[in-house]
């Protein structure tokens, strides 16, 4: 599975990059990065053992990307649940530097199975990509909005290292 994983993801990675978001596709960008960064904890873990420098640095690289990407999404559909569009363009941007570090560190290692190379979406992108949301979100009825929420949420929170 991790194999199949991997073959995919310079596909996704392309794609994630050059496409136009549109209110259909915005989660797919998001549940994308998700994937990435799954693949790459699965890469670490394959080949480091825990307790190892590259293992350790990996980790914390991956919780502080993590905190920062999961408090982006969770800002943005708390805020759309309630019908509040915000500026959470610092939010997605900590989110793009985080993962960004995270990424960098790990394609930085020496496998012995040489994977891909994953390319977060921009920070702009990001800021896309929550307007697109956003305006999804304007489209349903509020009693459909707290639900919607919780749903995406659940799709697009990245894993805590542990449970990957």
């Known amino acids: 599975m991790l194999r199949s994983m991997i073959a995919a993801i310079p596909l996704l990675s392309i794609h994630s990059v050059q496409a136009d978001v549109t209110d259909a ?23 480091f053992l825990p307790g190892s420098p590259e293992y350790t640095i ?18 943005m559909l708390g805020n759309y649940a309630l019908g509040v ?3 959470l363009s ?11 570090d995270f990424q960098a560190y790990v394609s930085t290692l020496d496998f012995k199975h040489k994977g891909f190379t ?14 697109k949301l956003y305006s ?12 919607m929420a919780r749903e995406y949420s659940l799709q ?7 449970k990957l």
């Open 118 to 131: 994953a390319v977060f979406v921009a920070a702009g992108l990001l800021i896309d990509i929550g307007d």
């Open 58 to 75: 990996a980790r914390q690289k991956y919780t502080a990307a993590q905190q920062a990407f999961n408090n982006y999404t969770k800002a």
């Open 90 to 100: 610092a939010s997605a941007q900590l989110a793009y530097s985080k993962a960004t």
């Open 25 to 47: 596709t915005a989660l797919d960008f998001l549940r994308v990065e998700k994937t990435k960064a799954a693949v790459m904890v699965l890469q670490v873990k394959t080949e």
């Open 156 to 162: 697009v929170t990245w894993d805590d290292w542990d």
């Open 85 to 87: 569009k915000t500026d």
């Open 136 to 147: 999804a979100f304007r489209k349903k009825q509020k009693e459909e909005l707290s639900a």
